[in-house]
T-cell receptor
Framework: NAGVTQTPKFRVLKTGQSMTLLCAQDMNHEYMYWYRQDPGMGLRLIHYSVGEGTTAKGEVPDGYNVSRLKKQNFLLGLESAAPSQTSVYFC???????????????FGDGTRLSIL | KNEVEQSPQNLTAQEGEFITINCSYSVGISALHWLQQHPGGGIVSLFMLSSGKKKHGRLIATINIQEKHSSLHITASHPRDSAVYICAAHGGGADGLTFGKGTHLIIQP
């Protein structure tokens, strides 16, 4: 099993360009998350999804959109990239567990995105 | 919003030393996660605990719910333990994690 796979691994964009980051998981997890990691700051939650067809805003959602059309995929879109969105993006997934008990989150390897 | 604080931010130690990393949080949680991030960037879950103590090999994690505090210990540290260790608070259910800024650990041979 691949676990959580993120594509692409690296990308350089110009300000104003758009792109989509793909996260795919093969563990049949219900919950999926997008985080960003910036120097000197902890990872921060952008958006998350509790199941196919559902999405919700996290701590820093502005400038991003997401979609979860299939259970295994969670897409993060930047409609008009800005230099402030230069970051490393991590996708994670988890399973709600019996009676929605706590379960660990499984992380992808990250996407390093630079906006010029 | 939960505030998660870690200390120290940076730690350099000699091989074999006993290492302690501390984590405190401001709001009651469902679980506390300890994660490891290696220089290559990947993040691996080490522990998830809601009470007491867990041990895996040379790593031990403890949590005191009343004091809102957790510690990660590494016994007989080794250079391969060099990494960033991150604690994260989980409010419960589908909530995302709230992360500390991480502790950058270097173990010198």
């Amino acid at each position: 099993n691949a676990g959580v796979t993120q594509t692409p691994k690296f990308r350089v964009l110009k300000t104003g360009q758009s792109m989509t980051l793909l996260c795919a998981q093969d563990m049949n997890h219900e919950y999926m998350y997008w985080y960003r990691q910036d120097p000197g700051m902890g990872l921060r939650l952008i958006h998350y999804s509790v199941g196919e067809g559902t999405t919700a805003k996290g701590e820093v959602p502005d400038g991003y959109n997401v979609s979860r059309l299939k259970k295994q995929n969670f897409l993060l879109g930047l409609e008009s990239a800005a230099p402030s969105q230069t970051s490393v993006y991590f996708c994670a997934s988890s399973y709600p567990g019996i009676h929605y008990s706590n379960q660990p989150q499984h992380f992808g390897d990250g996407t390093r995105l630079s906006i010029l | 919003k939960n505030e998660v604080e870690q200390s120290p931010q940076n730690l350099t130690a000699q091989e074999g030393e006993f290492i302690t990393i501390n984590c405190s949080y401001s709001v009651g949680i469902s679980a506390l996660h300890w994660l490891q991030q290696h220089p290559g960037g990947g993040i691996v879950s080490l522990f998830m605990l809601s009470s007491g103590k867990k041990k895996h090999g040379r790593l031990i994690a403890t949590i005191n719910i009343q004091e809102k505090h957790s510690s990660l210990h590494i016994t007989a540290s080794h250079p391969r333990d060099s990494a960033v260790y991150i604690c994260a608070a989980h409010g419960g259910g589908a909530d995302g994690l709230t992360f500390g800024k991480g502790t950058h650990l270097i173990i010198q041979p």
